[in-house]
């Protein structure tokens, strides 16, 4: 048989060249099926359907759960964001010594604020008889009590250090 066509090739040549044309498509043909073959194993690959409607489905419902997941953080997000805006971000802290009869600066004052500079001052004052706390509500970097220079300059350092953070992060 392959004489035959041998010899059919050699006593006409265009009927070579079309056979040979046949085969390169042939061959492009299989290849092409091959890659689509590779594809759809792999599309079916982990699924316990059989067709290519129940892939589809599947991922519909894979992309529903995705999008239900995806509100879910996103209002976690928000109460997330709403907290950190009412919490402590700010905190200032001076030592002092509030007489001079006594030794070192052995009393505080402690500032503490949120982003809106609202939060409180915890002051303790250091004696020989004893040590006294005191606190004072803060809002807006005030206080409807009368504010001593130490918890005025806490509170201002509380600010400041807030300041150096932004600063420090837009270096990075």
């Known amino acids: 048989m392959f004489s035959a066509i041998s010899t059919a090739i050699t006593l006409n040549p265009l009927l070579g060249l079309i056979i040979l044309v046949a085969l390169v498509f042939l061959a492009w043909n299989l290849t092409l099926h091959w890659q689509v073959y590779q594809k759809i194993k792999l599309m079916f690959k982990g699924t316990k359907v059989a067709d290519l409607e129940g892939v589809i489905f599947e991922q519909i419902k894979r992309l529903r759960q995705t999008e239900k997941n995806l509100e879910e953080l996103t209002q976690f997000a928000k109460y997330v964001e709403k ?53 004072k509500p803060i809002i807006a970097n005030e206080s409807k009590y009368p504010l001593t220079e130490e918890e005025k300059r806490a509170i201002e350092e509380a600010a400041n250090n807030n300041k150096t953070i932004k600063k420090a992060k837009k270096k990075d």
């Open 83 to 135: 907290m950190a805006v009412s919490s402590i971000q700010k905190v200032g802290v001076v030592r002092f010594n509030p007489f001079s009869d006594t030794g070192g600066d052995q009393s505080f004052c402690i500032a503490c604020l949120d982003a809106q500079n609202n939060g409180f001052t915890l002051t303790s004052l250091f004696t020989r008889e004893g040590t006294r706390i005191y606190t």
